[in-house]
């Protein structure tokens, strides 16, 4: 069974310092690796993925990601955090080869906080 | 700018009451999930549908909840009868399978006293 852990529930950073939000995975075929972002009384607001290709992925709002196929990690990073960036980030996983069922599933969620 | 469309945005219900919630995914998806989200259980998965058909509804409690997409441009998750348990916002998120990504909904806060 596919699954995705995020292993920090906050993470606190100063404006203008880089970030990094973490994840790792476990699919039993390939993944399909995606990042996303909540704010308040809002909708999931789809940020990038990784599928295949270059590990570093470039996403929305100055977003990256690394895909690390050794490490089953898929980490979120900005080389300069906006105090706008605070919000609640998800990791979601989908294995892509698993069969008829390759269900989009979600981390718990890491709030990011952002201090002017 | 295509977006999926959920109603109502809000709703507040008395236990015992069946509450239907409707999902317009953007139109030509080809998948449909609806996810519940609580502070404590964060986002479940409750079903999907590909092509209208339902692949997996493991994640939902069959006695009360069931869903159903009559047509490709109507979702519903309906809940008979509530329970003060269910309140949480449910979200709705359609996609092409080939894409791999879901765009989502703005939700429903389910309120069930």
């Known amino acids: 069974a596919q699954s995705v852990a995020q292993p920090e529930d906050q993470v606190n950073v100063a404006e203008g310092n880089p970030l990094t939000v973490k994840c790792t995975y476990s699919?039993?075929?390939?993944?399909?690796l995606f990042w996303y972002v909540q704010y308040p009384n809002r909708g999931l607001q789809f940020l990038l993925k990784?599928?295949?290709?270059?590990?570093l992925v470039k996403g929305s709002y100055g977003f990256e990601a690394e895909f690390n196929k050794s490490q089953t990690s898929f980490h979120l990073k900005k080389p300069s955090a906006l105090v706008s960036d605070s919000a609640l980030y998800f990791c979601?996983?989908?294995?892509?080869?698993?069969?008829?069922?390759?269900?989009?599933?979600f981390g718990t969620g890491t709030l990011l906080a952002v201090q002017p | 700018d295509a977006r999926v469309t959920q109603t109502p945005r809000d709703k507040v219900t008395e236990m015992g009451q069946e509450v239907t919630m409707r999902c317009q995914p953007i139109?030509?998806?080809?998948?449909v999930f609806w996810y519940r989200q609580t502070m404590m259980q964060g986002l479940e998965l409750l079903a999907y549908?590909?092509?209208?058909?339902?692949?997996?509804d493991s994640g939902m409690p069959k006695d009360r909840f069931s869903a159903e997409m009559p047509d490709a441009t109507l979702a519903t998750l309906k809940i008979q009868p509530s329970e003060p348990r269910d309140s949480a916002v449910y979200f709705c998120?359609?996609?092409?399978?080939?894409?791999?990504?879901?765009?989502f909904g703005q939700g429903t806060r389910l309120t069930v006293v």
């Open positions: 998120a359609s996609g092409l399978v080939l894409q791999g990504e879901a765009f």
């Open positions: 990784y599928i295949t290709g270059d590990n």
């Open positions: 699919v039993s075929g390939n993944p399909y």
């Open positions: 979601a996983v989908r294995d892509m080869y698993g069969g008829a069922t390759n269900k989009l599933i």
């Open positions: 139109l030509g998806h080809n998948t």
């Open positions: 549908f590909r092509n209208r058909a339902p692949l997996d």
